[in-house]
Structures are given as C-alpha cells and as structure tokens.
C-alpha cells in the first residue's frame, strides 16, 4: 500500500496539474519593462509598477513603488509578487537582493538602447511570464515594421533635450534617444557626450542644431512649447527660431521599447517636415 500511495504521489508530482503555476503577481520596475508586459497581452498580471511605468494609460492605475533606481522594498513587498522584472538599473543591489530574501523572484533585463538588447528584453519578459510565443510573435512584428522605416532624405543636426527638472539636459552617446537618431541617419550634436549632461546657455548656441528634440514633460514643465523655446540659449538656435521642434511621448522617445518603430516614424516625419515638429 505504501509503494502504491509512493508511485501515485510521483505520478501526480509529474503532471502540469502539479507544476508550478505561471507568476500572476508581477511587478514592473522600469517603463520599459512594463510597456513590455502589456505589449505581450500580459498587463492583467501587473500589480504594481514604478513611476516611469506610464505607458500604456492603464499603467498609470497600478500602485506604484516609487521610482526603478530607487524603488520602496516595503512597496514591492506589500504587493506580495510572485515575480518582479527589473531593468538592469534598477536598485540599488542591495534592495534587489531583499527582495529575494522575502522570497521575490527578481529577473534583470538588459537596458541598452539597441535592437539586440531590445529583442532581449522582450523575450525575458517573454519567457519569465511562460508566453514565449508571443514574444516571439512580438519581435518579429517589430522587426518587420522596422524594414519599412525609411531614413531621412535630409540629414539635420539635432539637438536632443530634457528639461522637466527645470534645466537644461543634453543627450550624449549611449541613450535611448541618440540611438533612435543613428537608426534613422540623422545627427546628434552632441555625440561627442555621453549620456545626458547639463547643457549651458552658450553651449545650446554654439551647437547651432537645425532641429530639437524633447518630450511632453519638459514642454509641459516650462509651461508651453513657446516658453520652453524661449529658455536661454535655446531661443537663439535656428531649430528655435524656425520653430522645428519635434515633441514626443517621453517613454516612446526614451524608452527604445516595443514602439520603437512609431517612434522612428514620428522622427522621421518631424525632420523630414512631415508632421511631428512644431
């Protein structure tokens, strides 16, 4: 009787019945990574996100846990996760270590603003919520809509800009939105830079950019696209002066997520003239 009650126990322990259920509870720490999840059809999973998680809308109705490079331990916690995906800049370490000391599974996803770390991403996500199909199906749809993004007929120097803290922030080399600019052939003024940089008033003038680049946030933090224009230095380049500014969604410029080839688009069609500038 004991071998039979044995061998049954070993028979159920082997059936899906008895495996490990796909993570429900997930948490999403960086707006990319969540956008990810949603674009996979997998946003009902979500039970939280950090502060840059806000695209799609519903993004912005989960409970939040502060922002990714910083983000609450007791926050995460409190949403009792089964999962938490993570850019790989989120932290610090040791909060992340936490976490799976409480027992949270952590996945690290890569954050580089390439199409190789891009596909990465998608299929870690793809893979830790067990729907590797659609990760699958979802890469390929990107890299097919990227094949009919057509480079700029002109090849303008642009300037790429974060004010939405109140000063002036140039994009280098090694962001999401330099990498964008490259994708399509335009020039980024400030490639010689790395990374985002305090960007002067005579700088911004020297640098003479044909076109600036920014999103709604700094826009909306200077009150209004003329007054975000009319910031020192900015107000005396020709972008400024010919009004040829592209504004977008901040998360589709900075993000180099699943949209990135409608953010190509709207680059494309504001340097080309097309729409998207102001």
Do not use: W
């Amino acid at each position: 009787m004991k071998i039979l009650r044995a061998a049954l126990l070993l028979l159920l322990c082997s059936t899906p019945l008895a495996q490990a259920a796909a993570p429900a509870r997930v948490v999403g720490l960086g707006g990319q990574i969540t956008e990810i999840v949603y674009a996979l059809d997998a946003g009902e999973r979500l039970v939280g996100a950090d502060a840059s998680s806000i695209y799609p809308p519903e993004a912005l109705k989960l409970p939040k846990v502060g922002y990714f490079r910083s983000f609450s331990i007791e926050g995460v916690a409190s949403l009792r996760p089964d999962l938490v995906l993570a850019s790989d800049q989120s932290g610090p370490p040791q909060a992340l270590e936490q976490l799976r000391k409480l027992g949270s599974p952590v996945v690290l996803l890569p954050s580089e603003p390439s199409l190789e770390a891009l596909d990465q991403r998608i299929m870690g996500v793809a893979k830790a919520l067990e729907i590797e199909a659609r990760g699958t199906a979802l890469v390929r749809k990107i890299h097919a809509e990227l094949k009919a993004v057509q480079p700029a007929a002109r090849k303008p120097r642009v300037l790429l800009i974060s004010s939405h803290t109140g000063k002036l922030q140039g994009a280098g080399d090694d962001t999401a939105a330099a990498a964008m600019l490259k994708l399509i052939g335009a020039t980024n003024v400030l490639a010689s830079q790395q990374g985002y940089k305090p960007l002067s008033a005579e700088a911004a003038v020297a640098l003479r950019p044909d076109v600036i680049v920014t999103g709604n946030m700094s826009v909306d933090a200077s009150g209004s696209l003329d007054a975000f224009l009319a910031q020192p230095g900015l107000s005396a380049t020709p972008a400024a002066r010919g009004r040829r500014v592209i504004v977008m969604e901040d998360l589709l410029l900075l993000g180099f997520g699943p949209r990135l080839p409608e953010a190509l688009r709207q680059l494309e069609a504001g340097i080309s003239g097309k729409a998207g500038a102001r």
